[in-house]
């Protein structure tokens, strides 16, 4: 095949399969400052009437490519187990929304992610569906919202929708770049 006939395929490939061969754009730039080496304190709330609990992780999160990020983290959970988790984040331009998944090994549901930035681009704020704190089988809506404080800070927090269509935050995370 000719440099031409390589081009011309190359191009109708790319026409033909919308988001395939894809170029960065600035959201895609924006998930890179999350790339790194990061330990993290987080307080969750218990049961009501009890204090808050503290844990602490790690976590690295690699690029993949340009388009894409993945983190590998661990941290301590209540009884002194360690959980492992890994997350994936990419922004989806047919969508104009981020896009990802979260899963960990205390638990058999795999979270899908769907999110918009502020108007900043320090808030990243990503909508999932995961079962209710209930027990019961439902399945309750969520939000992780990852905060950009600066190039080496930033804090994820996590809440749910109560049935009163308020929001109930019941963990934070506080992150600090590895030196």
Known sequence: ?????????????????????????????????????????????????????????????????????????????????????RITLGFDPARDRFVGTWIGSMMTHLWIYEGRLDAEARILTLDAEGPSFTGDGTLAKYQDVIEIVDRDHRTLTSRTLGADGTWTQFMTARYVRKS
């Open 1 to 85: 095949m000719s440099t031409s006939e390589k081009d011309s395929h190359s191009a109708t490939a790319s026409e033909a399969t919308p988001g395939m061969f894809a170029k960065p754009q600035k959201e895609h730039e924006w998930l890179q400052q999350l790339v790194g080496d990061w330990t993290f304190e987080s307080q969750c709330s218990g049961e009501p009437g009890k204090p808050a609990e503290t844990f602490r992780g790690s976590e690295t999160v690699k690029a993949l490519g340009d388009l894409w990020i993945i983190g590998e983290g661990r941290g301590e959970m209540p009884g002194g187990d360690t959980g492992h988790m």
